[in-house]
């Protein structure tokens, strides 16, 4: 039996570390794909950074008249979205329990029909799952026509089981364009 060459060894170590970065590279594709859902399951159960419910909330809750809380709208366009897009009030106080409505206004300011889609947070994050959107166009994807502008709803209340050291809640939107890729649209 004659033992191997030099160069088939190499051979086989070359094609072993291939093998091995071909495997490290799936394995590092399959736990990035995984992480998006493992984020929200965590944000979930945490209640931690901002996420709100991707759901209306019914509001049949009673008013707690005693305290006050500050609600601030932000809103921000993701680069390469041509659109304005901004609260019509910036800040309100309301009461625990009590429903408000606020429109966010939004143009499309290309020569072409474009679709948003605004994506909230709420900060403190421990505040978000106190924050209920009864009807919110955050829900759907929202059409534009070339120069079109739309007034976007916002009903919402916070909960009276706000903890009391939070006194202040911000809701931030980014619009992003939801328009389906061209790869999207050929599947």
């Keep these: ?25 799936v394995a590092m594709f399959g736990f990035a794909f995984a992480l998006v859902p493992l984020y929200d399951v965590f944000c ?10 991707d759901t209306p909330a019914a509001s049949s809750m009673k008013v707690d008249t ?23 009030v910036r800040r309100m106080v309301v009461h625990p329990g009590e429903t408000q409505t606020i429109n966010y206004a939004a143009r499309n300011l ?8 605004a994506v909230p947070s709420v900060t403190p994050g421990l505040g978000a799952q ?7 166009f955050c829900f759907n994807r929202q ?13 919402f ?14 809701l931030a939107y980014t619009l992003y364009n939801a328009q389906p890729t061209a790869t999207a649209q050929t599947q």
Excluded: H
Excluded at 1 to 25: D, F, H, Q, Y
Excluded at 110 to 117: D, E, L, M
């Design 110 to 117: 290309t020569r072409q029909a474009s679709i948003g889609q």
């Design 1 to 25: 039996m004659s033992k191997p060459s030099e160069s088939s060894r190499e051979t086989n170590n070359t094609r072993r570390s291939a093998w091995s970065l071909v495997g490290m590279a």
């Design 143 to 155: 059409p534009l026509e070339a120069g079109e502008s739309a007034q976007l709803p916002l009903i």
């Design 157 to 170: 209340y916070v909960d009276p089981a706000l903890p009391e050291d939070i006194n202040t809640l911000t």
């Design 130 to 136: 106190y924050f209920n959107k009864i009807e919110c």
């Design 66 to 88: 005693q305290r006050q809380v500050t609600v601030e709208f932000v809103a921000y366009i993701n680069p390469g979205m041509e659109w304005t897009f901004e609260p019509e």
């Design 44 to 53: 979930d159960i945490t209640g931690i950074n901002g996420k709100t419910a």
